[in-house]
């Protein structure tokens, strides 16, 4: 099957539609570069280094589970030491990944592992645009995706949690994609052991089941929430009488309306874009969010709703120094914005601007 103009959403609108979404689109975008080249800016992508970060501190901690300490012992002695924030039971990571990579067999081990999965996301998301008969979608989504992935081979970064989870997400909407509901559900549910930032993606899930009355997934999911559940209360069972009464935390919490200038920062976190001016993550961002509105296979509209989710997610939560987030939406965002030249070129045609 190949691409025609009639399997973008866009297509189906009137030439007044089009043009108004095109104007909508145009807008966003001048305003999203404008943002990016104001005193608004957000992002500590391109600051100076400021020294060993979360990287050196989840390193720390795998080395110590290598020679012995239990996770909770290694990450209080670390967090403290360091001088983070842990009053708040949210400063305080699950044990997946630092534990797995602290039991592993070297530091080899786990890079390669997470390396592994980012090769089968490549290889999945490239398959299921070949499929359809986008060759042209697929090798452009496998470029984006070199450099959305690219972080989980070099040094040390593989210890991040976000990298871990986002790879995971993408994975999931893939074997959706695929029709492998099965290992959906398990990757995304490995996801937000990860990371708990995964939770909005799996509630997604339940509620899409529910809606397309797939009553053994929604039940696969439901089962699995209560799990997560008892394994967080566990968590935060074994974090709370580690916290010091002089504990500090972060000032005013996590709400922190960053809006749109957050958001570009958490966009920029691909290799390319963080190689080029942040007013191109404003283009990129656009172009991926006009890929996600126009992408009418199941699939690509699971993948357009996580997206958004976050996005507005995002834009309420979060302090500037969070950007490092990024890695949990950067690898779906290439799914979106290898749609957007597509969806450019249908709104163009349907707004009656070319023949």
């Known amino acids: 099957m190949t691409g025609g103009p009639l399997t973008n959403g866009f297509s189906r609108l009137s030439r007044f539609q089009a043009r108004a979404v095109l104007a909508v689109a145009i807008a966003l975008t001048i305003g999203l570069v404008a943002i990016t080249l104001s ?5 500590y992508a391109n600051a100076p280094s400021r020294g060993p970060g979360d990287v050196a501190l989840y390193r720390a901690e795998v080395e110590r589970i290598r020679t012995g300490e239990g996770y909770y012992q290694a990450a209080a002695a670390e967090l403290t030491s360091r001088g983070y924030p842990t009053r708040s039971v949210f400063n305080w990571r699950t044990p997946l990944p630092v534990w797995l990579l602290g039991v592993l067999p070297g530091a080899l ?26 060759l042209g979608r697929a090798l452009l989504c496998g ?39 099965g ?3 398990a990757t995304g549910f490995a996801a937000l052991l990860a990371r708990e930032l995964a939770a909005p993606y799996c509630a997604l899930c339940l509620i899409l089941a529910i809606a397309g009355r797939r009553w053994r997934e929604a039940a696969a999911w439901s089962a699995l929430a209560v799990v997560y559940g008892s394994l967080y209360a566990a968590h935060i069972l074994q974090v709370l009488p580690r916290i010091a009464p002089d504990a500090s935390a972060h000032d005013g919490g996590w709400i922190c309306l960053g809006g749109a200038a957050f958001v570009i920062s958490v966009v920029q976190m691909n290799a390319y874009l963080l190689l ?16 996600f ?41 290439c799914l979106g914005a290898a749609q957007g030249p597509a969806a450019v070129a249908a709104l163009w045609r349907a707004a009656g601007l070319v023949p």
């Open 39 to 43: 005193p608004l800016a957000s992002g």
């Open 109 to 134: 081990t786990g890079r390669v592992l997470l390396g592994l999965l980012a090769a089968a996301l490549l290889a999945g998301a490239c398959h299921l645009l070949a499929r359809d008969g986008r």
């Open 143 to 181: 470029f984006l995706l070199v450099g959305a992935t690219l972080p989980c081979v070099l040094g040390d970064l593989y210890v991040m949690h976000e990298l871990w989870a986002g790879v995971l997400i993408a994975l999931s909407v893939v074997a959706y994609g695929m029709n492998r509901p």
């Open 183 to 185: 290992w959906g559900v």
């Open 276 to 291: 080029l001016p942040q007013w191109v993550s404003g283009v990129y961002f656009t172009a991926a969010m006009l890929g």
């Open 293 to 333: 509105a126009g992408w009418t296979t199941p699939w690509g509209q699971r993948a357009g709703l996580t997206a958004a989710i976050y996005v507005a997610g995002l834009a309420v939560v979060g302090h500037p120094f969070n950007q490092y987030w990024g890695g949990l939406l950067a690898p779906l965002l």
